[in-house]
Nanobody, 118 residues
Framework: QVRLVESGGGLVQPGESLRLSCAAS????????MGWYRQAPGKQRELVAH???????NFADSVKGRFTISRDNAKNSVFLQMNSLKPEDTAVYYC????????????WGQGTQVTVSS
């Protein structure tokens, strides 16, 4: 089992920044993708960004140019730097990890609230 613990959410004004962190613990071998999803009230959970163990990244179109993702493989951690935040970025952000294997396994954090409001 893998446990994911997020931190860094909060309330900010439009245009401000936040940095989310997620640390994985437990059976953390062969985690090849880590990333962030978000879910706003009344909407489906959507991918924000992910990063592979080799450093390849993928971003939702809505956050390209504003968010960056990084990873510390030695510490089994992933970070989401969110700049120029907009009210539509308001959501619960969930850390995600995918572990290779047969079958592959997906793990989720409990979520951290990000609210962008003036």
């Amino acid at each position: 089992q893998v446990r994911l613990v997020e931190s860094g959410g909060g309330l900010v004004q439009p245009g401000e920044s936040l940095r989310l962190s997620c640390a994985a613990s437990g059976s953390v071998f062969n985690i090849y993708v880590m990333g962030w999803y978000r879910q706003a009230p009344g909407k489906q959970r959507e991918l924000v960004a992910h990063i592979t163990s080799g450093g390849s990244t993928n971003f939702a179109d809505s956050v390209k140019g504003r968010f960056t993702i990084s990873r510390d493989n030695a510490k089994n951690s992933v970070f989401l730097q969110m700049n120029s935040l907009k009210p539509e970025d308001t959501a619960v952000y969930y850390c995600h990890a995918r572990q290779s294997g047969s079958p592959q396994r997906d793990y989720w954090g409990q979520g951290t609230q990000v609210t962008v409001s003036s």
